[in-house]
């Protein structure tokens, strides 16, 4: 048992190149995780429902069924956070990424010590309560409770993976107050002032999709031009 | 070029308006000369017979033969009968100025005869005829109309002339323009292919001369445009092949330094260097590989709105020296900048470890307006002061050179090579539309100054 990771936090890596998947192993076992290896896609998706992981690392060029294709699945039944491997930083493979449901990408090479502290900032939980026990909090036809994690709209229990709740938390934590880009990045990512703003703006679009009614108008989670978002009734 | 073809036309219209001008004068004037002859003819003929009508019937006087010309209204005439001359009142002509050999010609050999003559001081066109058994008739007929109809002509070809000689001028400059038009396209395609726009190509022409220029310049720009493309593409397959060794290679090194107690020291020095190493390589394939993106021009800014020194601070942050002191003037405090945010925080960084490695130790940044009323843009400066050796004046552009290391002896004493660190600053800072030099520190000691130019905004506070 190491000292960083969490307590039997368990990470399936996929990637096909067998020495980085063993390299990787090996490094994040010294980080304390327990680590499950799949060298396909199609692995991945049969050792996800025989051993479930709480944290799914994904390298977007597999052979057969890609790592994008891999994470649309996977997202289907799970809210498992995602963090996605890119060989490039740019515009598409990044947003495809995020488009297809990952939480956070890495650019190879990246070190294992920084791959170990964005999952713990994606493991984190929500803190216990906004602001005594179980709350809930209305806005408009929305309803959240951010100890059982659960968001209603009209009632109805909606389907939010850990990072849009986080981020619909944070926002929610003080409505109608503009958040920048910076501010949520910190807050929900955990990322310095170089964060990168588009896991901002692509989990935003996400999350429209679900608590909006029409997700091109948005009436709660609201764009402010230049300087960030903002949640409102 | 264009003045040959402008003097060529001009010569040639030249040519061609003296030579029409020569030609129309003279056929125009042999023309009315041959018409005068010709109807001068006809009426002295009529003259000489109506002359030979009445002699016949009064032989011993001219009178009656005078008496009839003058009623038809005729002058200058002569008449030769019976050895004596009459002339005609008033005449020019008497029988002095009668050309002899055409006297000669009608009275002794009986022939009729015409001929050009001066007459008194007029020039005109004296016929004679021989009156059957009588004696002879000459009549002159003068060539002032037709002088007068030459000299207009004249007149309108010289202008002819002139109005063709400036059309020909104007064609050949409007040709000259149009001749040298390809070759000016050309020219501007080439420089623009020089300027990096490797897709550049001249229009296909329908001209067969303009044809083979086109097509073997756009031959040309195809094969330099894949050439200058297949080197960027294997630079940058190069670098994306060695992310994968480079992966393994980063995360075992990690493994072995979360042992590194474990190890035996002279294993701990080995790991010590491996692992700066690694991380040295690491940088240096990113780097190749963001060069490589500039190279095919695929890099694409996203562009925000950033508090100048707020961000200034945070790029030093995370920078290899984050204690670096920043100096911010009191206007610049409030300057917003347009930029990628973490492309310049790369600027900033690649600036301090330059000064880190070649400066002698801490540097120092300063952030200041430039004050220039002549500038309607406001520009804003980043300067990175070090205390190293500073760079000769000659070397200053070459250390934003790729894989350039500064020039001077002392500037080698880092153990990092510059690698591709100022160079990307200078594709960086070109791709923000702004300026980046070096020079000497303004405070006269020893050091470089690097400075980086970007636009500004003021904000209002």
Known sequence: MGHHGGVGTRILAVEDDERIRSAVKLALEEEGWIVDEAESGEAAIELFHRTPPDVVLIDIMLPGMDGFELCRTLRRTSDVPVVMVTARNDTHDVVAGLEAGADDYLTKPFAPKELSARIRALLRRIRPSINGQHQRLSFGDLELIPDEGKVLRDGTELHLTKTEFRLLCELAESPGKVLSREALLDKVWGYDYFGDGRLVDVHVRRLRTKVEADPANPRHVVTVRGLGYRLQT | MRRRILLTFLLGSVALALFLALTTYGLTKSNLIQQRIDSSVRTSLSNAQDVGRELRSNPASTQSAQDSLRDNGVQDYLIWSDDEWTAGSPSTMDPASLPPDLASQVIDDGEAASQIAR????????????????????????????????????????????????????????????????????????????????????????????????????????????????????????????????????????????????????????????????????????????????????????????????????????????????????????????????????????????????????????????????????????????RGPGIPPDERDLVFERFARGGGAGRRTGSEGAGLGLALVDEHVRMHGGRVWVEDRPDGESGARFVIELMAMELDE
């Open chain 2, 119 to 386: 007459v008194g001081d007029q020039l005109g066109i004296v016929v004679g005829w021989n009156v059957r058994n009588v004696g002879a008739y000459f009549e002159f007929f003068n060539l002032d109309e037709a002088e007068a109809t030459l000299s207009s002509v004249r007149l309108s070809l010289v202008f002819a002339g002139l109005v063709s000689i400036l059309l020909g001028f104007l064609l050949g400059v409007f040709a000259a323009r149009r001749a040298v038009k390809p070759v000016a396209t050309a020219a501007q395609a080439a420089s623009s292919i020089a300027g990096g726009r490797l897709d550049t190509r001249l229009e296909t022409s329908d001209d067969p001369d303009l044809r083979i220029l086109t097509e073997s310049f756009n031959d040309m720009a195809e094969a330099l445009q894949q050439r200058v493309e297949r080197d960027a593409r294997f630079a940058s397959d190069v670098s994306h092949e060695l992310r994968s060794p480079l992966m393994t290679l980063a995360a075992s090194v990690e493994v072995m330094e979360a042992r590194r107690d474990e190890m035996p020291e002279r294993a701990q020095a080995a790991l010590d260097l491996l692992s700066s190493d690694v991380v040295r390589f690491q940088g240096l394939v990113e780097d190749l590989l963001e060069i490589s993106r500039f190279d095919a021009g695929a890099i694409r800014l996203h562009l925000e709105e950033l508090l100048a020194a707020e961000f200034v601070r945070q790029a030093v942050a995370v920078s290899s020296l984050p204690t670096t002191p920043i100096h911010v003037s009191e206007r610049a405090e409030h300057a917003l900048i347009r930029g990628d945010r973490r492309r310049l925080a790369r600027v900033i960084a690649n600036l301090i470890d330059n000064a880190r490695a070649y400066g002698g130790g801490e540097p120092e940044i300063s952030i200041t307006m430039v004050d220039d009323p002549e500038d309607p843009v406001t520009h804003l400066q980043i300067a990175v002061e070090d």
